[in-house]
């Protein structure tokens, strides 16, 4: 039996997602995983949902796919902000939920606090209050617990007993660096299929 | 037995939480719901998490509190960019697998590919591509399904049976106005309670 893992991320929103998911199958398959992309089809799809908005049938059929895999493989790189995508963010916690294993990674090491202070600094400023808080303009608290994102997102991660994968220096990798994804794949097939891990795929 | 509701936003961040807190919790009251706030106590919450980090305490009471709630009421203003704040993303997606209804307000009534758009414009410019399709500096897709914010959120409310509630103008209600969350409360008490609902407490 195939392990499956739900690939999670803005990816699909690439100007290439085909492409681009079948790479990341093919990253996941030299580990011993098969990677679900959010544009499969899924198996045995009820007929009726061919009848809905396009939306409410991705969405669908996104639960459903999360729901049939093993774990959660997602691409937490921040999306316009300092956080990430709140479609993967929802994912993330559909999956914490239904008791999978959360894997994440991001392309970027920069701290979240920080991103979260130089988003403030270009959107009004921020100002530090009594007792070391930061506050953005709207007068919101900035986290500062030294994690990669929101704590729902790193907690999941640290309570499903999942890995956070992040480059090693924090210079950024966009989006079409795979060798954190890879990385992030590996520990999941440590994990998932109990077996070693063979040499990388993708070029660093 | 009371009825029970989670009251996820990012609120957490106000520098009055806890005020702000019972306020929203008062306005349940009103419409027959026990409002239950992420600052609130967990009613036997495992002894050894007191040894755990707060990050870590937090998620898990956030968790274990959507778990013992009947429903969802999501406050999903955008937050540092376009999309909501991605830890009430993670909180929907939570409730969402374990079949609650997602209630979901928001204090801004602009269009999320219209917000996505003047983000975008702000960080480096968007273009438009073969079949109207938008795209920001990153080459990333912008959606355009005519939806609150990701198709994920939007779906979570519509096939849960929950409800959305936003501002009758694009006028922004910011955070301090409650009269948005209460049309979402009287909806979910109206769905969850099954009697008639009284007139609003908040001021408009």
Redesign the interface.
Known sequence: MPILVYLAG?D????DPQDWAARRRAICAHHGLQGVSPLDDLPDEPAHWAAL????R???R??AQIARCAAIIANITP?????????T??????????GRPVFAYSNTAVPFTRR?LD??AA?GGSIA?PGGVW??A????I?R?G?C????????V??SDGALVLPETEAGH??RDLSVFERCVALAAERLCERPSPAPLAAG
Do not use: C, K, T, Y
């Open positions: 803005p699909v929103f690439l100007p908005p396009e939306w409410r991705i969405a669908l996104n639960e999306f316009r902000g300092p956080s990430a995508d709140v479609g963010a929802f994912e993330i916690g559909f999956a914490r939920a239904l979260s988003f403030a959107h209050g506050r953005d709207d007068d919101l608290l986290e617990f994690l994102d929101n704590l729902m997102l790193h907690a999941a640290q309570e966009g989006w």
